[in-house]
């Protein structure tokens, strides 16, 4: 299916918590500088989602829905493609205002109300089909609603969001050390000292950068480790 070959439904999911992985659904957030010999220098500012196609492929490789949900979303999307369209403009609003909720939080800075108003506008929303039900000894959330509902993944996504924000370590939001990554994530590591979204990508680039800086100032010459 089409939308399983969208790059939202391949992308690596590093954050942690779903609602960084939504946020990194972009690309190049981090401080661009265009210098042609930058080895990702292609790489600027990439959104993942282009339409509601990309958020439902999105949704299902993070896990939020059901493959059998995925397929009645995207169906359910065709037929009301406007209402799609309204969903998907509210996802977009949705991982700014988080985005820039936690950038604030990094740079230590307050967030703008009129983000926090998005989130509790959408967390209201999720909240509104959610139900307490039994789960073998315990008790747990399950979402109700129509299974057809076009927004269903923004109820997760709200809902991790405001998790996040009351209940995660927020001492612990890292910003990807990336050159232009902008990547957000939670850094669980023992020492606190993660740095790259991924090794392989960042980690990898950044390396090769500073190996290119020494030649380039004819300082030390090192290879890289
Ligand atoms: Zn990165």
Redesign the pocket.
């Known amino acids: 299916m089409k939308v399983f070959q969208s790059s939202a439904a391949k992308m690596r999911l590093i954050g942690g918590q779903l609602c960084l992985d939504f946020v990194n659904t972009v690309d190049g957030r981090?401080s661009y500088s265009p210098r042609g010999n930058s080895p990702s220098a292609n790489n600027v500012l990439g959104d993942k989602l282009g339409n509601y196609l990309d958020l439902v492929g999105w949704s299902r490789h993070a896990g939020i829905i059901t493959v059998l949900e995925s397929r009645r979303l995207i169906e359910e999307g065709r037929r009301k493609a406007s209402e799609a369209g309204k969903v998907f403009e509210r996802a977009l609003a949705l991982r700014e205002a988080l985005y820039r909720i936690f950038k604030a939080i990094l740079t230590d800075r307050q967030p703008q109300s009129v983000d926090l108003d998005t989130v509790n506008d959408e967390l209201q929303r999720a909240r509104s089909h959610e139900r307490l039900t039994r789960a073998g000894d315990g008790f747990t959330w399950e979402w109700t609603g129509p299974a057809t509902a076009l927004d269903r993944m923004l109820w997760s996504i709200a809902h991790s969001g405001a998790e996040y924000l009351t209940a995660g370590d927020l001492s612990r939001l890292r910003e990807?050390?990336?050159e232009e990554?902008?990547?957000l994530f939670e850094d669980t590591s023992k020492n606190r000292s993660r740095q790259?979204?991924?090794m392989q990508?960042?980690g990898n680039l950044e390396k090769v950068r500073r190996f290119r800086a020494r030649q380039h100032h004819g300082s030390k010459m090192k290879r890289p480790a």
């Open positions: 981090g990807c050390g990336g990554c902008g990547w790259w979204c991924h990508d960042c």
